[in-house]
């Protein structure tokens, strides 16, 4: 019997009990800055959690903004809260506003002792946090269609190919692809709409090619694990399961998200990668997997909306989808909080007993460190873990602690397979 679609919650009820990292997002919000989520939710013009998975989904339009102005206005008040108290814009004292840190453009506090109390944590990541603010605009140019801008066919071999550098040597036309976003309407639009000053071009350059790497970090991932474990796509087509899979990967996700594969691999005899999850969203992606491969040299992108093993039961074991030749996650989050770890459970135990190659990524080196026990602890067998030579270069801020250092996707790996041989009982160290 088919096992019944994980249902999303109607109502906002944060907590650490959900399989939806969403949802668990919100908790940690409230965990950190009391409120918070309300505010978010709030400026985004939505009553509760509800209306903010039908929104991210698109089954109701939910933000709306009278102008552009309005919208990045609106966005940046998500942000505002005291860095050094967590005090709200609405308990702030009669007359009162929050006062923008002039380095960084960043972070707020309600008052100059707040501040001043604050200055030794928050100057470990000021320059760092102002990279952020620039790129927290400039990717609305993601929505736009400004970006990602075209990327070009690789004079190199993959296995020559080891760090961003080697791939941004093969970019002959990358400062023509920059320069005709820099000069685009929508980046007109977006500063003359929001309050504060535009940076200088190499500033924008350098956000542009951020962003961009965040784009590209997955496909290159996907590539990088395809080798690790010694796959060959010019022998046998390739399926590859994208587990967890999310908004983060599939709002928005075009048909051609994943043709720099094709790149990397020209004259492939196919590659087919299917995106499932629970918060999968709902686009041009959306269409069952191939029980059979299509046509060589071609990337097809489909899509499952539930857990992992749910689709493993109703779709793969009834060969409906091809078995995956590779799984990869981008930042399970298991180590979080019991609900998601309850939630990649069977997944994970799936993946171990069935033997398939696994490639794992994580934002920090604190969540490889607890992903790699949680790991052994189910006897899985990792081969190696690391750093990943194509994490994005965009630096994440935790919006409700914005003084802990920054994060950036897809920073490091863990590369599984099956069970852990009995001789095999050392925690492995991670590679630098």
Known sequence: MASPTLALPQSFTPGTDSVFSDLSGFYSLDSNVPGLSKVILDKLNMKDYGD?????????????????????????????????????????????????????????????????????QHKKVCKTLRLVAVDRLVEWLMFTGDLPFPTEKWSMSPADVKSWDDWLSMQVDLAKHLDKVMSGSSMATLWKNVSRPKPDDEDLRKSLWRIQSEFLSRVLTVGTAIQRFGLDPYVKPLTVHLAGASHSETMGARLTDYDELSHMFPGHQGIEVVMVGPE?????????????????????????????HQFWEDVVEKEEAAKPDLVITFHPGFHANQGLVEGWLPTLLLLRDYNIPSFLTMFSEMELKYSLQILLELEMHIRESGLNPFASQKPEQVQSSP??????????????????????????????
Not at 405 to 410: F, I, Q
């Open 52 to 120: 903010y998975r039908a929104a991210v989904e698109g089954k109701i339009k939910g933000i709306s903004f009278r102008n552009y102005k309005e919208m990045f206005q609106r966005l940046e008040d998500t942000f505002k809260f005291c860095t050094g108290c967590n005090k709200l814009p609405k308990h702030l004292t009669e007359g009162n506003t929050l006062k923008r840190c002039v380095k960084c453009l960043n972070v707020y506090y309600c008052t100059k002792d707040c501040q001043t109390q604050d200055w030794p």
């Open 280 to 308: 999968v969203v709902d686009g041009p992606i959306t269409r069952p997997p191939l029980r059979a491969f299509g046509p060589k040299q071609r990337v097809y992108i489909s899509t499952y909306k539930g857990l992992y």
């Open 403 to 432: 003084n802990k250092p920054p994060v950036y996707c897809n920073s490091y790996y863990i590369c599984l397979q099956g069970l852990l041989p009995q001789e095999d009982s050392h925690t492995p160290g991670a590679e630098s």
